[in-house]
């Protein structure tokens, strides 16, 4: 099983940044795409995601404002957030996915907590 742990969440005015992280911990071996989330209309939607070869893919609403990186030897996933907007204020969920040990099983999902971004107008 694996953990995820967020910080960095907080408050802040507008046009300000955070940077959150998250690092996994447990059995990690093998961890692939890790990202953040956070909830839209009831659904939690993607903000960003990032491959374990870097590949990345944002919501159209963060392009160029938000940036996620990664640092595999650690498998912790960062996101910088600049110029944060009040629309921005969500709690913020970590995402990392697992390939399964056999090519008959599915692959694990896991989900931090959350992290509480408040941005304040």
Known sequence: QVQLAESGGGLVQAGGSLR???????????IDTMGWYRQVSGKRELVATISRHGITDYADSVKGRFTI?????????????????PVDTDVYYCYAEQPPPTVEAYKTEYWGQGTQVTVSS
């Open 69 to 85: 990186s990664r640092d595999n030897a650690k498998v912790t996933v960062y996101l910088e957030m600049n110029r944060l907007k």
């Open 20 to 30: 959150l992280s998250c690092a996994a911990s447990g059995r990690t071996f093998g």
